[in-house]
């Protein structure tokens, strides 16, 4: 194999001449196939497998892949499909790789993850753009875009990609990709996006026709594993980090979130994961520039953390999926599949103080230990969420924290996310209650795959609630009525949560709650968490996630009584649009103070009692 492998995909090399180049080793010889004047040209290949040919053919060609047998094929690393997943794939001009924007690091950010086809009636990347001052004004410093791959059709999640180079053609495309990065960076935003590694959506997928890009030694949830520690699999890592790449060299990607790194199977001595954490990072410091690499995973793995000095993958960060869980089971009391071990407050304040509740403790939901000892990892790396897609898209009718929680547990939640140490993700619309659900859709043309779809949500979703019957995942109107409604954000209770939202924001950016990450204590009393930061002004969060008011004594949580404590926030006061009268402020007196049910208070240390 040689040293520098090809870069993969229709590459512009002037004005109308193109360098084709597939990994193909299956195959002694394929030929380029262009759609518009049916003319074919063979590729030469090398000891390597790959095919190339460099010929004429200017930015919007159509073009495929014909194997000898005579199958045509769009391109695998083709960066556009304007006729879908099964069409001829087309030459895109390359885009700028000027990019002057400044990156901060993970634990300065507040996420927000959106799906580009419901977060705006257009569903596009350009009808994204006149919303990014909003969302800059409540605080976020950048939004996680969900898979924008070509997948099948015009309604996915996009967790069923075939296209990973090319930019959903109903969103926009490439061009109208490239319009919203640089209006994020104008809005002083940076844009992370969702990729898959762990695995191909099943139509449209051609890639195991050109090579060895899937092993069967291996099983995911979603199918057949990738290849990425067997015979061949230099090559298929090639891909893959070429794809990254693409996406954070070329097209100016701030960030890259990968799906379910506990489902990339690779017993590598240099794991996939490590080389492309690494080559993104080189990359990025080679033009002064900060590409952050967030894992997903259920794992609770520190080693996805720590630095490759010390044998771990170096990420940026990963997300924390534990706290999420512990929140929500101890306000809502759900106990069904995953949310089984959860429930107390004292698993809230373990995650703030471990990082995560299992670090090798026995779990009931795994039926083993789960997880390790993780203390040395940094806050900051953590990304934590009351909401995401999954865990409301992932409910058989989409409902929305609120609806479960109730409007005042749903602001407990949202003050323990982000007022924590951690690094706060928010989900598309949570920000003002947004009355529409998130339900699972899909837009496939295969009659046998759309109804295994419907009978494998079926049976998921009934580990959870039971004979709830999920909406039709095909049906349009399980996609339109996911939409956001964001006319509601300006009236009645929606107004006053996002008030409450964009209060704590201010109040965990004027007490630069990220640089004081490392200096917190954590406790439980009954169903309240105590969250107190230390040092220079001292600040600490009381969140009762409980069902009864509850009498807090300070100092015996090591909070000195005897300083004088301001309250700076009451989730239970009516601005914030709770059905209920609110309760009467509380007060410290006494030496204690008492808490009202689902309500969380911030009480701040007097400047002149320090």
Request: with cysteine.
């Amino acid at each position: 194999m040689t040293n520098a492998l090809p870069q993969l995909g229709a590459t512009v090399l002037d004005g109308t001449r193109t360098r084709f180049t597939v990994w193909a080793p299956l195959h002694e010889q394929l030929s380029v196939h262009f759609t518009e004047s049916g003319a074919t040209a063979a590729m030469h290949a090398d000891a390597d497998g790959y095919h190339t040919l460099i010929t004429e053919a200017p930015a919007g060609t159509r073009y495929q892949y014909q194997f000898a047998d005579g199958r045509l094929r769009p391109d695998p690393a083709s960066r556009a499909q304007p006729e879908g997943v099964h069409g001829p794939s087309m030459v895109v001009t390359p885009p700028s790789r000027a990019h002057a924007f400044l990156n901060p690091a993970l634990p300065h950010h507040v996420l927000y993850e959106l799906h580009v086809g419901t977060f705006t009636p257009q569903g596009t990347f350009d009808a994204v753009i006149p919303r990014l001052a909003a969302l800059r004004q409540l605080g976020v410093t950048a939004i996680e875009l969900m898979p924008i791959g070509q997948f099948p059709g015009n309604r996915n999640w996009g967790y069923d990609g075939v296209d990973l180079f090319a930019a959903q053609s109903s969103y926009g495309g490439p061009a109208g990709l490239r319009r919203l990065v640089d209006a994020c960076h104008q809005h002083g935003l940076a844009i992370i996006l969702d990729v898959v590694y762990n695995h191909l959506g099943p139509e449209g997928n051609y890639l195991a026709e050109f090579g060895p890009y899937f092993t069967d030694r291996y099983k995911t949830p979603w199918g057949t594993a990738i290849n990425f520690d067997g015979r061949g699999s230099d090559h298929v890592r090639e891909f893959f980090i070429q794809n990254s790449l693409y996406w954070t060299r070329d097209c100016g990607i701030d960030g890259l979130r990968l799906d379910a790194v506990h489902a990339i199977m690779d017993h590598s001595a240099s794991t996939f994961l490590e080389e492309l954490t690494a080559r993104n990072h080189d990359e990025a410091a080679r033009v002064g520039r900060r590409v952050l690499i967030i894992a997903e995973s259920s794992d609770n793995d520190p080693r996805l953390l720590r630095s490759p000095a010390v044998g771990g993958c170096g990420m940026d960060g990963c997300w924390n999926d534990d706290y999420h869980h512990a929140i929500r089971a101890a306000l809502t009391g759900e106990r069904r599949g995953y949310y089984e071990p959860f429930g107390d407050a004292d698993q809230i304040a373990k995650a703030l103080r471990d990082r995560f509740v299992f670090t090798g403790e026995y779990s009931s939901g795994h039926g083993r230990r789960h997880g390790v000892h993780a203390s040395d990892v940094p806050r900051g790396s953590l990304v934590v969420f009351s909401q995401n897609h999954d865990q409301v898209g992932n409910r058989p009718l989409g409902d929305r924290l609120h609806h479960a929680a109730g409007w005042e547990g749903s602001l407990v939640a949202t003050a323990l996310v982000l007022l924590s140490p951690f690094t706060p993700m928010l989900w598309m619309g949570e920000e003002y209650g947004e009355p529409a659900p998130f339900q699972y859709f899909v837009s496939h043309s295969d009659p046998d795959l759309i109804e295994a779809v419907r009978r494998g949500r079926a049976a998921e979703f009934a580990e959870f609630q039971g004979s709830i019957e999920p909406p039709d995942p095909q049906a349009e109107a399980t996609f339109e009525r996911s939409t956001l409604d964001w006319a509601a954000r300006g009236s009645g209770r929606h107004a006053g949560m996002l008030a409450y939202y964009t209060a704590l924001l201010q109040l965990r950016a004027s007490l630069n709650l990220p640089s004081r990450a490392a200096d917190v204590e954590a406790h439980s009393a009954r169903s309240v968490v105590l969250l107190r930061y230390k040092g220079g002004r001292e600040v600490v969060l009381m969140a009762n996630v409980g069902a009864v008011p509850t009498t807090i004594r300070l100092d015996a949580h090591g909070i000195n009584s005897a300083r004088r404590w301001t309250i700076a926030l009451d989730s239970n006061e009516a601005r914030w649009g709770g059905g209920a009268e609110a309760m009467p402020r509380p007060a410290v007196a006494a030496g204690e103070i008492t808490i009202n049910a689902k309500t969380a208070i911030v009480l701040m240390q007097d400047e002149e009692s320090k």
